[in-house]
């Protein structure tokens, strides 16, 4: 199989602390691919650094073969991001919303019509194109979220904690549109979440990540085979112990910071 994320010996220290510690992995074209760790074992930080939004203290990074780090213009190109936070403009239509995103990847008005039509379509807003953000429920803005991350045909979809604060009903549906859409679209998926159940039961591929290292890569049957375990959540906490995290709140104020950032792009 092609590998489409290929990650070297990848280091992030800030000041003394090291909050990734020689990452290595890779994950293949076409992959569903959960990373998984408690909170503050940096993964943050890591996808930070894939989509370009913080440099590497050292390592190195291809996206589709595109290094991040030397061309991070020609990388944002090759992959569509959701943040776990909304980063929707409330006071903007849906079509707006994804009329502005288009203008910035420069997707020429004829193709972004279509491109627009077809989405909003395939996350049923269509009706609502021309309805205000802000008075979309909470599942609503995140399918207009994941249209808007798909608009320039990515080949990779970053998503951080995509179902976050949403209610069950409304993460599997959320859920079921990412699988078709990995299909559909053809597109390889990264994504984070907290909710367990979510990563077993959709992805291919899991890394578990913990101060700051890869702790184990593999499918999730195979992570509970390894761990003689018979769910993932069991697996997870046998491989990352039982002891409650703080949240690393430095890494996600930082975050916060570069999206200001992002959106100026």
Do not use: C
Not at 58 to 87: C, M, T, Y
């Amino acid at each position: 199989m092609d590998k489409i994320i290929e990650v070297k010996n990848l280091i992030k220290k800030f000041k003394d602390f090291k909050a990734v510690d020689d990452v290595t992995f890779e994950v293949e074209k076409g992959d569903i691919f959960a990373f998984l760790g408690p909170n503050g074992a940096g993964k943050t930080t890591t996808i930070k650094m894939l989509t370009t939004l913080l440099k590497p203290t050292a390592g190195e990074i291809l996206l589709d073969n595109i290094n991040v780090i030397k061309h991070p213009e020609n990388a944002r190109k090759n992959f569509g991001i959701v943040f776990q936070d909304q980063s929707l403009d409330d006071e903007l239509t849906a079509l707006e919303n994804m009329e502005f995103h288009a203008v910035l990847y420069g997707v020429g008005k004829n193709l972004r019509e279509k491109r627009i039509e077809e989405l909003l379509n395939y996350v049923e807003l269509w009706d609502r194109r021309k309805s205000l953000v802000k008075t979309f429920s909470g599942g609503m803005k995140r399918r207009l979220e994941i249209a808007r991350g798909l608009l320039h045909h990515p080949k990779i979809l970053f998503l951080d904690e995509p179902t976050s604060g949403l209610d069950p009903q409304t993460r599997n549906y959320i859920w079921d549109y990412i699988a078709k859409l990995n299909k559909k679209e053809d597109i390889t998926v990264f994504f984070t979440t907290h909710y367990i159940e979510e990563a077993e039961k959709y992805s291919k591929t899991i890394a578990i990540m913990d101060h700051g290292k890869i702790i184990a890569k593999e499918s999730p049957q195979k992570l509970k085979e390894q761990t003689k375990t018979d769910s993932l959540e069991a697996a997870f906490l046998a491989l990352t112990g039982n002891n409650i995290r703080d949240e690393d709140a430095n890494g996600i104020d930082q975050l916060r910071n570069h999206r200001k950032m992002w959106r100026g792009h």
